[in-house]
């Protein structure tokens, strides 16, 4: 089994910090997205999309989408539970991948695309596109503040996935993508101080 990966980017990140919460070792291959690496032919085989991560099992089954990377890792290996264990539980969770993808990411992934100098050779970039998702960006601190304002973690009381998916992607917009949070959400500071400073975040 090996893990195709790239260590500057969010999602591949997602990955590693959901195995490093389940203590589990697997063999990375850096693929170089600068050099368009993940949309060679070969690469291409394993993942249509042409992007990383992707998850290489020994029999040559790939398996894309870092959700779906990390759901095959807590089936295998279901100790701790990362995507709860009681109907509700797995429900919730659910529900806030879906709100951290949909509400939090997609605009991320927007203003980097629409906004970013790096980008700019890639796209046509529309400005006015960055512009409104930086706002939808901001919606959506204000939707995890208002969470953590009585929750421990975003699906409750315990880390789950959510977690190591949400810091994957706010370290990304708080650093290369150039949206950063309001301090004054203290919720929101004192979740990203504490998940950061557990051994998982060094992934
Ligand atoms: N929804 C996918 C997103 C994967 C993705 O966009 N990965 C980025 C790296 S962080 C990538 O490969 N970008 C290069 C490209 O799309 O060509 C996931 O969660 O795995």
Redesign the pocket.
């Known amino acids: 089994m090996k893990l195709y990966d ?1 260590k500057a ?4 990140r ?1 990955v590693r910090i959901f195995l490093a919460e389940k203590g589990v070792d697997v063999p990375l291959v850096e693929v170089d ?1 600068l050099k368009r690496e ?2 060679a032919p070969e690469f291409l085989a394993k993942n249509p999309i ?4 992707v998850l290489e099992l020994d029999d040559g089954t790939c398996i ?4 779906a990377i990390c759901r095959y890792f807590e089936e295998m290996y279901p100790d701790p539970p990362l995507f709860g264990q009681t109907p509700l539980e797995k429900a919730m969770i659910e529900m806030w991948l879906r709100r951290v993808e949909l509400n939090f990411m997609v605009p991320v992934g927007m203003v980097w695309i629409h906004g970013h100098p790096l980008t700019a050779r890639l796209v046509k970039q529309i400005p006015e596109a960055a512009n409104q998702n930086r706002a939808r960006v901001h919606l959506g601190y204000k939707l995890l503040n208002t969470q953590l304002a009585t929750n421990t973690f975003i699906a409750g009381d315990d880390y789950t996935v959510v977690d190591a998916i949400l810091l994957a992607s706010l370290d990304f917009a708080n650093g290369l993508v150039g949206v950063p949070y309001d301090e004054g959400l203290a919720h929101l500071k004192r979740w990203h101080d504490a998940v950061s400073a557990r051994p998982s975040a060094q992934a």
């Open positions: 790239y980017g969010p999602n591949p997602r997205i993940q949309k042409g992007s990383i991560p894309s989408e870092s959700v």
